[in-house]
């Protein structure tokens, strides 16, 4: 299961109460105050975790507790401190705070690390109230409670490039002669239920991510279809691979599906229709002849690389392509774009 959204309760320990106490030593017999302080309560720390991809570990956990903070005891001795909580989440996880809805930290790099609440101070014993004047204090600080908030958790996927499309446009197909992924593929619309990442191997070592998303339709802006849950993920990649069936099953015209596409990015969010973009016509073993990728090229004014994921045409010119705009929306060379391993 897929989630990518959770609102979780978090709080830091409390800090530990002081100590009211006075020494009862032999030939001491006014020994005065040795109440010891609290220990502080433990804090609540997120880091991010190429271990986790999902946020399914807090759909059943909604309340998270650092330890309280010990209390002081006698002959001066300070409670120990609480043990300090550090929560996983993958990495791409943005930290909001869900009362007021700001944004704490995008934990967007493995171990980045950020305190989402303060455990509270612990309370200072009678030996810290004694003075010329108050010899014998018979009272102790409480500690301070710890810091708590209501967070939300929202995964948006980290991506080199992101497959976007209407249903059944060969995105699943696509990745799975790419990379080691093994999306659901059937002949059907919206296979795909839940991005799926794969890493695509070029020659010398060359690699890059790339996401296939669930298809979106017309009104996916406004919540029509599956894919309007995951277009918040397309905001991480670096290039759209716009994926357009060169001769639709239904019968549609390929040009007017590309810009019903490009209508729902805009529409969601204009950086999105902003980024980079690849148009790939699908299933060119479909159009021997070329006709109707020349006709879509000239329809929409913009280049159109054909490829058949099936017997393999064009896949490795698509790839290469991707890698070379990639290296660029990511503002280095094509020799030092992304390479991860």
């Not at 446009?169 to 795909?192: D, E, N, V």
């Not at 009104?219 to 279809?225: F, L, P, Q, V, W």
């Not at 159109?304 to 503002?331: C, D, H, N, Y």
Request: aromatic share 6%.
């Amino acid at each position: 299961m897929f989630v990518d959204e959770a609102e979780i309760f978090v709080k830091a320990g409390d800090g530990g109460p002081g100590c009211v106490s006075f020494r009862r030593e032999k030939y001491v017999p006014r020994g005065g105050p040795d109440g010891g302080n609290g220990g502080r309560g433990g804090h609540v720390y997120m880091i991010a975790s190429e271990d986790l991809t999902t946020l399914a570990d807090f759909a059943g956990r909604h309340h998270w507790r650092a330890q309280n903070g010990r209390p002081g005891a006698g002959a001066n001795k300070t409670g120990a401190d609480g043990e300090d909580l550090t929560i996983k989440v993958p990495v791409g996880t943005l930290v909001y705070d869900l009362e007021t809805g700001m944004l704490i930290k995008d934990l967007c790099e493995p171990g980045m690390r950020v305190r989402i609440c303060r455990g509270g101070r612990g309370g200072k014993g009678n030996k810290a109230f004694a003075s010329p004047t108050n010899q014998a204090p018979r009272y102790a600080e409480p500690g301070k409670p710890g810091q708590q908030r209501r967070i939300r958790l929202e995964l948006r996927l980290l991506a080199d490039v992101g497959l976007v499309g209407l249903p059944n446009a060969g995105k699943s197909t696509l990745i799975s002669r790419c990379s080691a992924a093994r999306p659901k593929i059937a002949p059907y619309p919206f296979t795909t239920l839940e991005p799926v990442l794969g890493i695509v191997e070029l020659s010398d070592y060359r690699r890059f991510v790339m996401a296939d998303l669930p298809g979106l339709i017309r009104g996916a802006h406004e919540g029509a279809g599956l894919g309007h849950e995951f277009l918040r993920h397309v905001r991480r990649t670096a290039v759209i691979a716009h994926l357009v069936e060169v001769m639709p099953a239904d019968g549609s015209d390929p040009a007017e599906n590309y810009w019903a596409i490009r209508q729902e990015l805009r529409e969601y969010d204009q950086q999105l229709a902003d980024k980079p973009e690849v148009v790939v016509a699908t299933k060119m073993d479909l159009d021997p002849d070329g006709t109707r990728l020349s006709a879509l090229r000239q329809a929409i004014g913009r280049p159109v690389i054909g490829i058949s994921a099936v017997t393999g045409q064009g896949l490795k010119e698509l790839l290469e392509l991707l890698w070379i705009e990639v290296g660029r929306a990511r503002g280095s060379s094509v020799d030092s774009a992304v390479n991860r391993g």
